[in-house]
């Protein structure tokens, strides 16, 4: 098995920049692409970003491209999704997700392990 933990959400102005870690335990998973989403109740789950761990490749949706820049320490099994430049409109629960295969995955079935996700909220 593999776990998640989120971490470095929190409240803050519009604006502003957040940096979310994801911690990596369990099973070992050195090769497999990690991804970011986020959630608000009552809506899908939005895919917000992906990262390979071999190569560092990344991939992001057009709502966040500029803004947002996942990035990897494979020796410390952290993930990081720095946010800058928050609208109230990405208030959501982030969630950290890792899949099997290699290669950027966007789509939430696309994913074989979730965190509990770290709440994020931005105040216009």
């Known amino acids: 098995q593999v776990q998640l933990v989120e971490s470095g959400g929190g409240l803050v102005q519009a604006g502003a920049s957040l940096r979310l870690s994801c911690a990596v335990s369990?099973?070992?998973?050195?090769?497999?692409?990690m991804g970011w989403f986020r959630q608000v109740p009552g809506k899908e789950r939005e895919f917000v970003a992906s990262?390979?761990?071999?190569?560092?490749?990344?991939y992001y949706p057009d709502s966040v491209k500029g803004r947002f820049t996942i990035s990897r320490d494979n020796a410390k099994r952290t993930v990081y999704l720095e946010m800058n430049s928050l609208k109230p409109e990405d208030t959501a629960l982030y969630l950290c997700a890792a899949r099997r295969l290699l290669n950027i995955g966007t789509l939430e079935r696309e994913y074989d392990y979730w965190g509990q996700g770290t709440q994020v909220t931005v105040s216009s």
């Open positions: 369990g099973r070992t998973f050195s090769r497999n692409a």
């Open positions: 990262i390979t761990w071999i190569g560092g490749i990344t």
